[in-house]
Antibody, heavy 123, light 111 residues
């Protein structure tokens, strides 16, 4: 079965760079149409999509955060890494990674999610 | 402010039917599929409806989705206490807002 798990620091200081790793199993990121996305949720607030990487290394970013985000994949390790630069307290949130299934190209579909990891930005 | 607009709250009594709306535009709901996610308290979101009105395996048929023009709706019939959760709509967006946009979420309370 498909599982995903996020890992990374729980606390970062303002202006630092956040690096989060999504380690997954049950699928391969070399399979045509498959993708992995990152979504975050500030405490008590709504979901916000951040980035998406496809099996062919095509990458998409949230327009509002594009300058600060980088998403990469390591197919051999079954991992996807998200980096976010210049962290601010408003970036405090639970960060989720999720599996995007093959099928419709233009789809906001995430059928398996990790448990999420809470990242707090504070000095 | 979210690109997709949902009411912040909804409520119903057990057994009732409730609907949650999601309003968008021609660049998102108007031209792409709508997805619905259920987030129970303290848990990760779960895919509830895909491609406007399809249910993943294991989702009860009490949950249904529909789309018309630039709006979509999630209907829950035979409301149960365990349906109390936050519900989010999402869609692909072909404009500069995208490509993936979520609604602001609707907190459903079962009275």
């Amino acid at each position: 079965q498909i599982t995903l798990k996020e890992s990374g620091p729980t606390l970062v200081k303002p202006t630092q760079t956040l690096t989060l790793t999504c380690t997954f199993s049950g699928f391969s990121l070399s399979t045509s149409g498959v993708g992995v996305g990152w979504i975050r949720q500030p405490p008590g607030k709504a979901l916000e999509w951040l980035a998406l990487i496809y099996w062919n290394d095509d990458k998409r970013y949230s327009p509002s955060l594009k300058s600060r985000l980088t998403i990469t994949k390591d197919t051999s390790k079954n991992q996807v890494v998200l980096t976010m630069t210049n962290m601010d307290p408003v970036d405090t949130a639970t960060y989720y990674c999720a599996h995007r299934p093959p099928g419709v190209a233009a789809a906001a579909e995430f059928d398996y999610w990790g448990q999420g990891t809470l990242v707090t930005v504070s000095s | 402010q979210s690109v997709l607009t949902q009411p912040p709250s909804a409520s119903g009594t057990p057994g009732q039917r409730v609907t949650i709306s999601c309003s968008g535009s021609s660049s998102n709901i108007g031209s792409n599929y709508v997805y619905w996610y259920q987030q129970l308290p303290g848990t990760a979101p779960k895919l509830l409806i895909y491609r406007n009105n399809q249910r993943p395996s294991g989702v009860p048929d009490r949950f249904s989705g529909s789309k018309s023009g630039t709006s979509a709706s999630l209907a829950i019939s035979g409301l149960r206490s365990e349906d109390e959760a936050d519900y989010y709509c999402a869609a692909w967006d072909d404009s500069l807002s995208g490509p993936v946009v979520f609604g602001g979420g609707t907190k459903l309370t079962v009275l």
